[in-house]
């Protein structure tokens, strides 16, 4: 009986989420831009870095879809090429992030006392140093690099989903059935893991895809000042930064548009995700 209702919900989940259409065009364009990168060398026979002095500030065309910089690289490698790094730094971070925020969530909103005081100031202190310059404080001193970039972002990045779950848990945890497996016997950590964490599964979707979307934006914004991945490797933000120039500005559109338009939209596709996830998955609307 259990195995046919947890079915029954998924397949209802899954059709509402379906017959969300900002959510479905939101899931095509995330899939489509992640495939693309992953198997890019099959959509493009261009290296991303490779130097052509033949091509420089070359509008889109058949030869270059996306045009080419100012160091006549191909712009639409660059795109796929660096949506690898940027696509797996958000992922990744928010992973990272979400982990640590359901563990600390978990612990202070279930076990209360002491626990929770010790893991709401850390957050509160975290909480009231300034984002931007917090991270730019920690990327001047670890360095450019993709796996400091990645650390930044998951310490500063597990507030949000802390604070849904450790609010979730303090409404769960009187509830009949947690009583009811105490009574059984099960332990803390049963109860925990068991019992209360899948019925956090919701907000802590909807923040998944948030912060991926917030990620690959403050990857972007620190790899424009310099201060992300390094200028070598191609990322979405170091595309954006070789537009620096006001006479590109002005007369190369093609080379800060373009790349600004795909963040854009891949940022806007992981929202619609969530949104659609958490619409679906919403036990209001079983």
Do not use: C
């Amino acid at each position: 009986m259990a195995e046919n209702y947890t079915e029954k919900l998924w397949k209802r989940n899954l059709k509402r989420f379906v017959n969300n259409r900002l959510a479905l065009f939101g899931l095509i364009v995330f899939s489509t831009i992640t495939i693309m990168s992953i198997f890019a060398p099959i959509f493009t026979s261009y290296d991303p870095g490779g130097i052509d002095y033949d091509s420089f500030l070359q509008a889109p065309s058949m030869n270059h879809l996306f045009g080419t910089d100012e160091l006549g690289r191909d712009i639409f490698a660059r795109i796929l090429y660096g949506g690898r790094v940027s696509i797996a730094v958000g992922i990744v971070s928010s992973v990272i992030s979400g982990a640590i925020g359901i563990i600390f969530g978990a612990l202070a909103g279930y076990f209360g006392g002491k626990v929770d005081t010790i893991l709401v100031r850390l957050s509160e202190i975290l909480l009231t140093l300034p984002n931007m310059i917090m991270i730019l404080v920690l990327s001047a001193i670890l360095g450019p690099s993709v796996g400091n970039i990645i650390l930044v972002l998951s310490i500063r990045g597990w507030m949000t989903t802390f604070r849904m779950v450790r609010n979730r848990f303090m409404s769960l945890k009187e509830e009949v059935y947690v009583e009811a497996s105490r009574s059984f016997g099960f332990s803390d950590w049963r109860i925990i893991f068991g019992d209360l964490l899948p019925n956090t599964l919701s907000p802590v979707v909807v923040s998944f895809s948030m912060n991926v979307a917030a990620f690959i934006l403050t990857e972007a914004s620190l790899s424009f000042l310099g201060l992300g991945v390094p200028t070598g490797t191609p990322t979405w933000g170091n595309i954006i930064n070789s537009a620096k120039s006001i006479n590109i500005i002005q007369n190369s559109w093609w080379v800060w548009l373009i790349p600004g338009m795909v963040i854009s939209l891949f940022t806007l596709s992981t929202n619609f995700i969530g949104d659609g996830l958490r619409d679906a998955m919403d036990a209001k609307q079983q």
